[in-house]
């Protein structure tokens, strides 16, 4: 048996022979003329396009490089490019490209490149080329198809056999019967399928804090064998309003067969007489059918009916910044409206389309000072960090990008400011691609980690606002609602609208604010500077910045806190209270901008992994003909939506900023909330309002009513969006995290689609405003978390016929409105003096229940005035166990706001939930205090039974005849009669004497200031020395008579009955 490494050997020795050949071909090449090998930097590879690693490898180390780009390099680089020594042979090169090998090597750092400077040497190089390439596939075809050879014996052989398994006997065969068929009818094929690939795959369950009644059975229900007798009766009806109406009723006919005898008579003389009349109609109702039912068929009809989309909605993506955003709701997110795949999203500690109640406890100076309130603005790209970061001073409410210029980002905030940023090349620069090399990312990242410490003020990621509205003139609430204005038009200072010449553009914008006013802000009026304004410091040693600090300064920097409005609008209601009433939301048609493509592309795949940028199409001649009307829809916080306009002035008012009184044209109070949504269709006069627990919609034309309104029954919507694709559909987001979509050419009374996006209640949605492959809409939730879906889009019909068919629909509920109202005023005519009849009803019957609640009113209060005179002070004698009961008392009180703190509870819906179990227990108190009056009342109840059942037991008896043997004495007769006169008269002594009881208090303080008096007046009377010097026995019995008539004085003060004598020895024993 031969050595098992003999036949190895062969194998060893290749790799040895294979690293000879590599060096003798490396040798080879550069033995050629013309071949030059240079080392080649990472930053020359990427000039020239060879990088080692991406356009050159190891398995194909040789391309064709441009001369253009490596002549670009020598000329910019003169003394520092690597082409330098092979310069001339380069520049002598007759064609326009050049031949460069990669030389793999590991032990350098550097990278080594040949490169072919002459015809000659590129010529040769390619015939070594293609013969290693010969060589290459001849081992490879030799390694994939071998020959088959002889086998050698070695002396292996027999033991190969004995590992070999083999059979000891003949298989046997088995012969398995079965039932038939094998298999059943349906056979399941299963197939993996993992939870984070499906939507639904796994979901949070959580208990919800709703306590559970237990209903206890109190009734059984038995069944009883009665049998009704029929009774006839009749009343005569008086039909105050005629009516029309259809009963259906079955004929009960008890002998059918004498009447089916006289039909068959009848109808066999009918058919005798009409036989010719009959067979045409006969023939007739064969061709046409006449009673059929038309309704049913036009619905079946595939040809009248249309197919209802499918409604699919996918989540895409989803952005939120755990750092900053920590305990942040989203206040608001708009797309940009010229870049694809941008979107700005505001935070702030609690969302402005929230409802809540009770009072605000946050302290709003604290979060003004050490609040974080970042303006955050993500790209599609980069889910996992946002692109810019935007500071702002206090929290944005409201965002909107300029619809006219890509780099204008306004928002409004909390306090009433508006800020501006300018985000120009900002956006560039944080997506430019930043080269390094190795050894340079190591030092960055090693610095990184010693100065984590110091703060990162070179992080362009980061804009600072660059415009803050001066707070003097800014709102006095927070702003609701941003509307730009056309570019082709301007306000003056007197709020006239004017149209601008061709070469000329403004930029202004309208804002509104909860503190009931409109104010209109111009971007390109110079500030002027009020006393104790904010002035731009002035560089004292430069009289100009160096042009390098200037590059990147905004054109709106000199309005920072100097900008203010120039015309305001105050919103006030037509009532006796003049007072501006909280705008909630707003939104106008003041400005048309169509856009168009920057760089237009055919069969370009329109997704969000591509950016896409758009230009607006501006052209005044189009802006000129149509005039944007000085009138803007708001809905208020208090659930109104309000049609608004103004005039302007003629003449300034000598104020900072001009104001004026709105004119209402169109007010209906249809909310049960704050309308945190009011926004207008962009391609139809419609408005859509969401406030409370209904949305509606609005015309114009069709004032003080809305089109169409719907309530939703259990929670409260948050906000709303128009589909900007289709007309007709709209979105309204739920308090409870579900998605309600609307399309009315489908269907006008229920949604088409009810969703649930996030465990938490939505704050705000936006639909992505340009055309992409699929529709995508962003929500965001109370977390912080904004998410992508995509929606599903209804291509059954143009988008013309869309919207005409709304417009249509639209049309139709308007004018059966009017026709609904002008019938009713005409009936309300008719019958005036039934309605005033029924108002006088209605009226009487309200001042009833006033009068009945004004009464039950006043029995509480009664009831509270005296429970807190029973609790005002403690008790004599009691006044621990007092504070120990107002301290408990206290406890519960605190423990009680604390858990409706927690738990965010409401105590106007805890006090709705209470009363229907204040009933019962008030119903159960009535029940068992009828019971305690039933058993007080048992022995009277006892006696009437008694007296009804057996009359003849309660009956008097006659007294019974006197006995004639019994003799009377007189003398004994008469002292019974006195003895039980003494017996009535000592009970009524005793009687008044328990009812007046005898009552003496002696107090010794009296007595003691009686002495201090007398004692007094003997001082004064011994220093003026007129009387002798009493001796001891008169001081003595003076002072006792003193001190005895002040005791009778104070005795018949209090009431006492003591008589002197007992007050002189009380006063000697003193």
């Given at each position: 048996?031969?050595?098992?490494?003999?036949?190895?050997?062969?194998?060893?020795?290749?790799?040895?022979?294979?690293?000879?050949?590599?060096?003798?071909?490396?040798?080879?090449?550069?033995?050629?003329?013309?071949?030059?090998?240079?080392?080649?930097?990472?930053?020359?590879?990427?000039?020239?396009?060879?990088?080692?690693?991406?356009?050159?490898?190891?398995?194909?180390?040789?391309?064709?490089?441009?001369?253009?780009?490596?002549?670009?390099?020598?000329?910019?680089?003169?003394?520092?490019?690597?082409?330098?020594?092979?310069?001339?042979?380069?520049?002598?090169?007759?064609?326009?490209?050049?031949?460069?090998?990669?030389?793999?090597?590991?032990?350098?750092?550097?990278?080594?490149?040949?490169?072919?400077?002459?015809?000659?040497?590129?010529?040769?190089?390619?015939?070594?080329?293609?013969?290693?390439?010969?060589?290459?596939?001849?081992?490879?075809?030799?390694?994939?198809?071998?020959?088959?050879?002889?086998?050698?014996?070695?002396?292996?052989?027999?033991?190969?056999?004995?590992?070999?398994?083999?059979?000891?006997?003949?298989?046997?065969?088995?012969?398995?019967?079965?039932?038939?068929p094998i298999f059943s009818a349906f056979k399941p094929q299963f197939q993996i399928t993992k939870a984070e690939q499906m939507r639904d795959g796994y979901m949070e369950l959580?208990?919800?804090?709703?306590?559970?009644?237990?209903?206890?059975?109190?009734?059984?229900?038995?069944?009883?064998?009665?049998?009704?007798?029929?009774?006839?009766?009749?009343?005569?009806?008086?039909?105050?309003?005629?009516?029309?109406?259809?009963?259906?009723?079955?004929?009960?006919?008890?002998?059918?067969?004498?009447?089916?005898?006289?039909?068959?008579?009848?109808?066999?003389?009918?058919?005798?007489?009409?036989?010719?009349?009959?067979?045409?109609?006969?023939?007739?109702?064969?061709?046409?059918?006449?009673?059929?039912?038309?309704?049913?068929?036009?619905?079946?009809?595939?040809?009248?009916?249309?197919?209802?989309?499918?409604?699919?909605?996918?989540?895409?993506?989803?952005?939120?910044?755990?750092?900053?955003?920590?305990?942040?709701?989203?206040?608001?997110?708009?797309?940009?409206?010229?870049?694809?795949?941008?979107?700005?999203?505001?935070?702030?500690?609690?969302?402005?389309?929230?409802?809540?109640?009770?009072?605000?406890?946050?302290?709003?100076?604290?979060?003004?000072?050490?609040?974080?309130?970042?303006?955050?603005?993500?790209?599609?790209?980069?889910?996992?960090?946002?692109?810019?970061?935007?500071?702002?001073?206090?929290?944005?409410?409201?965002?909107?990008?300029?619809?006219?210029?890509?780099?204008?980002?306004?928002?409004?905030?909390?306090?009433?400011?508006?800020?501006?940023?300018?985000?120009?090349?900002?956006?560039?620069?944080?997506?430019?691609?930043?080269?390094?090399?190795?050894?340079?990312?190591?030092?960055?990242?090693?610095?990184?980690?010693?100065?984590?410490?110091?703060?990162?003020?070179?992080?362009?990621?980061?804009?600072?606002?660059?415009?803050?509205?001066?707070?003097?003139?800014?709102?006095?609430?927070?702003?609701?609602?941003?509307?730009?204005?056309?570019?082709?038009?301007?306000?003056?200072?007197?709020?006239?609208?004017?149209?601008?010449?061709?070469?000329?553009?403004?930029?202004?914008?309208?804002?509104?604010?909860?503190?009931?006013?409109?104010?209109?802000?111009?971007?390109?009026?110079?500030?002027?500077?009020?006393?104790?304004?904010?002035?731009?410091?002035?560089?004292?040693?430069?009289?100009?910045?160096?042009?390098?600090?200037?590059?990147?300064?905004?054109?709106?920097?000199?309005?920072?806190?100097?900008?203010?409005?120039?015309?305001?609008?105050?919103?006030?209601?037509?009532?006796?209270?003049?007072?501006?009433?909280?705008?909630?939301?707003?939104?106008?048609?003041?400005?048309?901008?169509?856009?168009?493509?920057?760089?237009?592309?055919?069969?370009?795949?329109?997704?969000?992994?591509?950016?896409?940028?758009?230009?607006?199409?501006?052209?005044?001649?189009?802006?000129?003909?149509?005039?944007?009307?000085?009138?803007?829809?708001?809905?208020?916080?208090?659930?109104?939506?309000?049609?608004?306009?103004?005039?302007?002035?003629?003449?300034?008012?000598?104020?900072?900023?001009?104001?004026?009184?709105?004119?209402?044209?169109?007010?209906?109070?249809?909310?049960?909330?704050?309308?945190?949504?009011?926004?207008?269709?962009?391609?139809?006069?419609?408005?859509?309002?969401?406030?409370?627990?209904?949305?509606?919609?609005?015309?114009?034309?069709?004032?003080?009513?809305?089109?169409?309104?719907?309530?939703?029954?259990?929670?409260?919507?948050?906000?709303?969006?128009?589909?900007?694709?289709?007309?007709?559909?709209?979105?309204?987001?739920?308090?409870?995290?579900?998605?309600?979509?609307?399309?009315?050419?489908?269907?006008?009374?229920?949604?088409?689609?009810?969703?649930?996006?996030?465990?938490?209640?939505?704050?705000?949605?936006?639909?992505?405003?340009?055309?992409?492959?699929?529709?995508?809409?962003?929500?965001?939730?109370?977390?912080?978390?904004?998410?992508?879906?995509?929606?599903?889009?209804?291509?059954?019909?143009?988008?013309?016929?869309?919207?005409?068919?709304?417009?249509?629909?639209i049309n139709r509920e308007v004018n059966r409105k009017k026709k609904f109202l002008a019938w009713q005023e005409e009936w309300n005519k008719k019958n005036e003096s039934f309605?005033?009849?029924?108002?006088?009803?209605?009226?009487?019957?309200?001042?009833?229940?006033?009068?009945?609640?004004?009464?039950?009113?006043?029995?509480?209060?009664?009831?509270?005035?005296?429970?807190?005179?029973?609790?005002?002070?403690?008790?004599?004698?009691?006044?621990?166990?007092?504070?120990?009961?107002?301290?408990?008392?206290?406890?519960?009180?605190?423990?009680?706001?604390?858990?409706?703190?927690?738990?965010?509870?409401?105590?106007?819906?805890?006090?709705?939930?209470?009363?229907?179990?204040?009933?019962?227990?008030?119903?159960?108190?009535?029940?068992?205090?009828?019971?305690?009056?039933?058993?007080?009342?048992?022995?009277?109840?006892?006696?009437?039974?008694?007296?009804?059942?057996?009359?003849?037991?309660?009956?008097?008896?006659?007294?019974?005849?006197?006995?004639?043997?019994?003799?009377?004495?007189?003398?004994?007769?008469?002292?019974?009669?006195?003895?039980?006169?003494?017996?009535?008269?000592?009970?009524?002594?005793?009687?008044?004497?328990?009812?007046?009881?005898?009552?003496?208090?002696?107090?010794?303080?009296?007595?003691?200031?009686?002495?201090?008096?007398?004692?007094?007046?003997?001082?004064?009377?011994?220093?003026?020395?007129?009387?002798?010097?009493?001796?001891?026995?008169?001081?003595?019995?003076e002072v006792i008579a003193s001190i005895a008539e002040a005791a009778i004085e104070s005795g018949q003060n209090e009431g006492g009955g003591q008589t002197e004598g007992e007050?002189?020895?009380?006063?000697?024993?003193?």
């Open positions: 048996m031969s050595h098992p490494l003999k036949g190895v050997s062969s194998e060893i020795r290749t790799p040895r022979r294979r690293r000879k050949k590599k060096k003798q071909r490396h040798r080879d090449i550069m033995s050629v003329e013309g071949v030059r090998k240079i080392i080649l930097s990472e930053l020359a590879q990427k000039i020239i396009g060879c990088v080692a690693g991406e356009n050159v490898t190891s398995e194909n180390p040789w391309m064709m490089v441009r001369k253009e780009l490596i002549q670009d390099n020598i000329e910019l680089h003169e003394e520092s490019s690597e082409f330098l020594p092979i310069r001339n042979e380069i520049l002598a090169y007759p064609r326009p490209e050049l031949l460069i090998g990669y030389i793999p090597d590991d032990r350098y750092d550097y990278d080594e490149f040949y490169i072919c400077v002459t015809e000659q040497a590129l010529a040769t190089v390619n015939d070594i080329i293609s013969k290693i390439k010969a060589e290459q596939e001849g081992r490879l075809y030799n390694a994939i198809n071998k020959k088959i050879k002889m086998w050698v014996s070695q002396g292996s052989e027999v033991e190969v056999d004995e590992e070999i398994v083999k059979n000891s006997r003949a298989l046997i065969e088995v012969e398995v019967e079965s039932e038939y959580r208990c919800y804090d709703t306590t559970i009644n237990n209903v206890f059975k109190k009734r059984i229900d038995a069944k009883v064998q009665v049998a009704p007798q029929f009774i006839t009766a009749e009343a005569q009806t008086t039909c105050t309003y005629p009516s029309n109406s259809t009963t259906q009723y079955q004929y009960e006919i008890e002998n059918t067969e004498e009447l089916f005898k006289k039909c068959e008579k009848n109808i066999q003389v009918f058919t005798e007489e009409h036989y010719e009349d009959l067979s045409d109609v006969l023939t007739v109702n064969g061709a046409l059918n006449l009673y059929s039912d038309d309704f049913a068929n036009l619905v079946n009809n595939p040809k009248f009916a249309k197919a209802v989309a499918k409604e699919e909605v996918k989540e895409y993506m989803s952005f939120m910044d755990v750092h900053m955003c920590k305990g942040k709701m989203i206040a608001d997110a708009v797309w940009h409206p010229m870049w694809t795949g941008i979107v700005a999203v505001a935070y702030a500690d609690a969302a402005p389309s929230i409802f809540y109640s009770g009072h605000n406890q946050d302290d709003v100076v604290m979060k003004a000072v050490h609040g974080v309130n970042p303006v955050l603005m993500w790209s599609c790209l980069d889910a996992l960090k946002p692109r810019l970061i935007l500071e702002t001073p206090r929290e944005v409410h409201k965002l909107s990008f300029c619809n006219f210029d890509p780099n204008i980002l306004v928002g409004g905030c909390s306090n009433g400011q508006v800020i501006l940023w300018d985000i120009r090349n900002k956006l560039e620069k944080v997506e430019e691609l930043e080269v390094l090399t190795n050894a340079q990312q190591r030092y960055r990242a090693q610095m990184h980690s010693l100065m984590g410490w110091m703060k990162n003020i070179h992080n362009i990621s980061i804009v600072r606002p660059t415009v803050v509205s001066d707070l003097r003139n800014s709102h006095k609430g927070p702003v609701t609602g941003i509307t730009w204005i056309s570019p082709h038009h301007e306000f003056s200072k007197l709020g006239n609208l004017s149209a601008l010449e061709d070469d000329e553009i403004s930029m202004q914008f309208l804002t509104s604010s909860e503190d009931g006013t409109v104010c209109i802000w111009d971007l390109l009026k110079k500030p002027t500077i009020q006393p104790g304004g904010f002035k731009p410091r002035k560089l004292k040693r430069l009289k100009r910045k160096p042009s390098a600090l200037i590059a990147e300064v905004s054109p709106y920097a000199p309005l920072h806190l100097n900008l203010k409005p120039i015309y305001r609008v105050n919103l006030i209601k037509g009532d006796k209270q003049n007072r501006n009433v909280g705008i909630a939301s707003s939104s106008g048609k003041l400005n048309i901008v169509k856009y168009a493509e920057v760089r237009p592309e055919k069969n370009k795949k329109r997704s969000l992994h591509e950016r896409v940028i758009y230009r607006p199409v501006l052209d005044p001649r189009r802006d000129s003909e149509w005039k944007p009307e000085t009138k803007l829809h708001c809905g208020t916080m208090e659930g109104d939506y309000i049609y608004m306009r103004w005039e302007g002035k003629d003449y300034e008012s000598g104020e900072v900023v001009n104001s004026e009184l709105s004119k209402i044209e169109s007010y209906s109070k249809c909310h049960d909330g704050p309308v945190n949504t009011c926004k207008i269709c962009e391609k139809s006069p419609v408005t859509l309002t969401v406030g409370g627990k209904v949305i509606a919609l609005w015309r114009e034309d069709f004032p003080n009513r809305p089109v169409l309104w719907r309530r939703y029954r259990h929670n409260m919507f948050t906000t709303g969006e128009w589909d900007i694709f289709q007309p007709s559909r709209f979105m309204v987001e739920i308090m409870n995290g579900d998605v309600e979509s609307w399309s009315l050419h489908n269907n006008s009374k229920y949604p088409t689609f009810h969703l649930i996006f996030s465990s938490g209640y939505l704050t705000t949605t936006a639909i992505h405003p340009r055309p992409l492959k699929k529709l995508i809409c962003g929500a965001g939730d109370k977390q912080g978390v904004f998410r992508l879906f995509f929606l599903p889009q209804d291509t059954s019909e143009s988008e013309g016929d869309k919207v005409k068919d709304f417009e249509n629909f309605l005033k009849l029924r108002q006088e009803q209605e009226r009487e019957l309200m001042e009833l229940d006033e009068q009945a609640k004004k009464a039950k009113e006043a029995e509480l209060m009664e009831e509270k005035a005296v429970e807190v005179v029973v609790r005002k002070g403690p008790a004599p004698g009691k006044y621990i166990e007092w504070v120990i009961e107002q301290r408990q008392l206290e406890e519960e009180a605190r423990i009680k706001s604390t858990i409706i703190s927690k738990k965010q509870l409401d105590t106007k819906e805890l006090e709705k939930r209470r009363k229907p179990l204040q009933k019962l227990d008030e119903e159960n108190e009535r029940k068992k205090r009828k019971q305690r009056m039933r058993l007080r009342e048992g022995e009277n109840i006892f006696k009437e039974t008694v007296a009804t059942l057996f009359p003849d037991a309660i009956k008097e008896k006659p007294a019974p005849p006197p006995d004639p043997y019994i003799i009377e004495d007189e003398g004994l007769t008469q002292a019974k009669s006195h003895f039980n006169k003494y017996l009535d008269i000592d009970r009524d002594a005793n009687a008044f004497v328990a009812a007046n009881p005898y009552k003496y208090e002696f107090s010794w303080r009296s007595v003691l200031d009686g002495c201090r008096q007398r004692r007094k007046q003997l001082f004064l009377d011994s220093l003026c020395g007129g009387e002798r010097r009493k001796t001891k026995k008169s001081l003595e019995s007050v002189c020895e009380a006063a000697k024993g003193s």
